[in-house]
């Protein structure tokens, strides 16, 4: 189970935002983070918890282990407004995805 | 460029079967686990099967097993879902996405969008 708050956050550009994601049970590090813009498809940003995908910028950031995780994004830019997914990453354990997170414009 | 194109969606009646591709280029597809994931209209992405670079593991979402068939052409790059006694509630766009085996899916199709509706 992935549960992941808020569902939904207003921001301003320059902000900071977090997203929470809380396994049950613990996964360990096998925790993914993904950005959707409406009608793409999502795109990876940080894997092992903590590791950004190549090309990803720095303003993303990730962090945790076992139950609790989180993304931050710092200095919010208009391209970041979208919707942000978590997801349990081992196959072995029937990978699922948070409910996600919809980074609005305040 | 590596590139993963989804196929194969369609509009089907309850009970129906449908068998969707992805066609992959820019990486050797042999090497890779794939998975399947899809997003029913204004909903949550959920994942829907995986399959290991040799398809000697398969792994389903129970929402879809008994139902659902992954499998995998290495030779022309290609994956499959067969999806059998399709219903309303499997209406979604089906992604195909390359797994890392160090967890993440890191390159995904566009999508193909199949409607199930009597």
């Known amino acids: 189970q992935m549960t992941q708050s808020p569902s939904s956050v207003s921001a301003s550009v320059g902000d900071r935002v977090t997203i929470t994601c809380r396994a049950s049970p613990g996964i360990n590090n096998w925790l993914a983070w993904y950005q959707q813009k409406p009608g793409k498809a999502p795109k990876l940003l940080i894997y092992s918890a903590s590791t950004l995908d190549t090309g990803v910028s720095s303003r993303f950031s990730g962090s945790g282990y076992g139950t609790e995780f989180t993304l931050t994004i710092t200095d919010l830019q208009p391209e970041d407004f979208a919707t942000y997914y978590c997801q349990q990453a081992n196959t072995f354990f029937a990978p699922k995805f948070g409910g996600g997170t919809k980074v609005e414009i305040k | ?118």
């Open chain 2, 1 to 118: 460029e590596v590139l993963l194109v989804e196929s194969g969606g369609d509009l089907v009646q309850p009970g129906g079967s449908l068998r969707l591709s992805c066609s992959a280029s820019g990486f050797i597809f042999s090497s890779n686990t794939m998975t399947w994931v899809r997003q029913a209209p204004g909903k949550g992405l959920e994942w829907v099967a995986y399959i290991s670079s040799s398809e000697t593991t398969i792994y389903y979402a129970e929402s879809v097993k008994g139902r659902f068939t992954i499998s995998r052409d290495n030779i022309n790059y290609s994956l499959f879902l067969q999806m059998n006694n399709l219903r309303v509630e499997d209406t979604a766009v089906y992604y195909c996405a390359r797994d890392m085996a160090i967890g993440g899916l890191n390159i995904w199709g566009r999508g193909t969008m199949v409607t199930v509706s009597s």
